[in-house]
């Protein structure tokens, strides 16, 4: 048997289903955004929603949590701050660093996408039942886990 037989190649590999459902979920978080009034959102955005949390963060630990470079992620926040979304003050336990807060506009949108994430979990649990929804959950957080490098 050579190394590309084997008893997965009838099968989508994983990398493909996980990247088409996160391109259809960002399409649909942009969607449902725009659908609620929050025009300026752009997918280069994803990021900071996906990692900023309440009560601030570096931009350099934002980076980092969504694996993506401290560039990128500078963009995206300047961006964001250019929109009123977000702000950078100087962060209370390291005067040389920045944190980034949502502002209240800001606020609302991160929580009208948590709203619709909340809302399609919901029919996922409904279409597949609880106990699979979660261990679908348990078993993609744990691949995380176990890929994650420093883990």
Known sequence: MSSTDGPFLDRKPLIAIVDRL?????????????????TQIR???DPVFATL?????????????????K??????IRDMVDLGLVEMHEDPTDRRAKLVTFTDAGM?????????????????????GKENYDTARDVLEGIVDLMTPDA
């Open 108 to 128: 609302v949108v991160a929580k009208d996408g948590k709203r619709h994430m909340y809302e399609l979990e919901q029919q996922w649990i409904e279409k597949f």
């Open 53 to 69: 949390p309440s009560e601030g963060a570096r931009a350099s630990d934002m980076a980092h949590r969504a694996g993506i470079t």
């Open 43 to 45: 997918p280069a955005h």
């Open 71 to 76: 560039q990128s992620m500078g963009e995206a």
């Open 22 to 38: 996160t391109r259809l979920l960002a399409a649909d978080l942009q969607r449902e955004s725009h659908r609620r009034g929050h």
